[in-house]
Nanobody, 123 residues
Framework: VQLQASGGGLVQPGDSLRLSCAAS????????RAWFRQAPGKDREFVAV????????EYADSVKGRFTISGDNAKSTVFLQMDSLKPEDTAVYYC?????????????????WGVGTQVTVSS
């Protein structure tokens, strides 16, 4: 089981980025998929989660209205569209998978983790 995240980079405030995470094996099926992030010196924090069957979503308050999570079940891939980026969004972003149907927001509930991708928002 491997997760591979991509799409990070250096952008200016107000710009957009789209992160992708592809899974091999059964990491993303048929359970919710999530994105977390970790800024230097801070704990890993929840960003967004999407259900596998019903595509229900939840977002951290800090990203609501700016980020959109979606999934492609056929390709076992999850995306994070990030718009109106702010310097405080700077972090390493991780995708994660779990083994139950709960739209959980706690990192310890997730059992599969990808290698992170760096997002830096700076002028």
């Amino acid at each position: 089981v491997q997760l591979q995240a991509s799409g990070g980079g250096l952008v200016q405030p107000g710009d957009s980025l789209r992160l992708s995470c592809a899974a091999s094996g059964r990491a993303f099926g048929p359970y919710p998929r999530a994105w977390f992030r970790q800024a230097p010196g801070k704990d890993r924090e929840f960003v967004a989660v999407v259900g596998w069957i019903d595509s229900l979503t939840e977002y951290a308050d800090s990203v609501k209205g700016r980020f959109t999570i979606s999934g492609d079940n056929a390709k076992s891939t999850v995306f994070l569209q990030m718009d109106s980026l702010k310097p405080e969004d700077t972090a390493v972003y991780y995708c994660a998978g779990r083994q139950d149907h709960t739209l959980g927001t706690r990192a310890e509930e997730y059992v599969y983790w990808g290698v992170g991708t760096q997002v830096t928002v700076s002028s």
